[in-house]
């Protein structure tokens, strides 16, 4: 069974730059075919979804968020990383990162769900 663990530095402050990670157990990150994304929430916001990497390595970001995010992956250690750069109190939030898989209709969807790290940006 495949379980995601993320964790974070907690609290930052303005410009830190963070790097929560994704830590994947029950499944090598370089074999199959998938993408992996961070998503994150913002305290009383909905979700927003930040950038993802595939499988092969390539990448891709939400656009607003392109120069401040950075996604990639440690094999030796089975992880996703995300790097922020200089945190503002708007990047406080819920970091999440998830799984996507295709089904048996080639249809691309979210299979696995990490619980989240919580970052809070102090002012």
């Known amino acids: 069974q495949v379980q995601l663990q993320e964790s974070g530095p907690g609290l930052v402050k303005p410009p830190q730059t963070p790097s929560p990670t994704c830590t994947v157990s029950g499944g090598s990150i370089t074999t199959g075919d998938y993408y992996r994304t961070w998503i994150r929430q913002p305290p009383g916001k909905g979700l927003e979804w930040i950038g993802y990497?595939?499988?092969?390595?390539?990448?891709y970001y939400n656009p607003p968020l392109k120069s401040s995010t950075s996604i990639s992956r440690d094999t030796s250690k089975n992880q996703f990383i995300l790097q922020l750069s200089s945190v503002t109190p708007e990047d406080a939030a819920v970091y999440c990162c998830?799984?996507?898989?295709?089904?048996?209709?080639?249809?691309?969807?979210?299979?696995?769900w990490g619980q989240g790290a919580q970052i809070a940006v102090s002012s």
């Open positions: 998830t799984k996507y898989e295709k089904d048996y209709g080639s249809n691309w969807y979210i299979k696995y």
């Open positions: 990497i595939y499988c092969r390595g390539n990448t």
